[in-house]
């Protein structure tokens, strides 16, 4: 992905996991910790579907991150996929996204 800072570490997850708040939606998860700089990672898990459906939803998202990235806070954040993300149409994806930042209050400004 050009221009995002990504994790790569198993670590880096699992501090956003134990020591971030989250958020559950209908068709994704969303863990916030704060941090110095924004990074962004996806989970897409066997559960959601085979390889193409795992690559679709992950599309999905990075769009959807990209769409808002320039309204969220400085911090962590990953976005872990569920089923329904694959049925659900992509404005719902973006209420529902919306929705989720405001409640863990992480938006910088009125979207």
Request: charged letters at 30%; glycine letters at 4%.
């Amino acid at each position: 992905m050009k221009g995002l800072e990504t994790l790569k570490r198993s670590r880096e997850f699992d501090s956003a996991y134990s020591h971030g708040s989250k958020w559950h939606a209908s068709a994704f998860v969303l863990f916030y910790r704060p941090f110095k700089e924004k990074k962004v990672g996806f989970t897409v898990s066997k559960k959601v579907g085979n390889a193409v459906k795992r690559n679709f939803a992950k599309r999905r998202l990075r769009a959807l991150y990209q769409q808002y990235s320039s309204y969220l806070k400085e911090g962590v954040l990953v976005i872990v996929a569920k089923a329904p993300l694959l049925e659900l149409e992509f404005d719902l994806l973006e209420r529902d996204f919306i929705h989720a930042a405001k409640k863990l209050k992480i938006l910088n400004e009125k979207v």
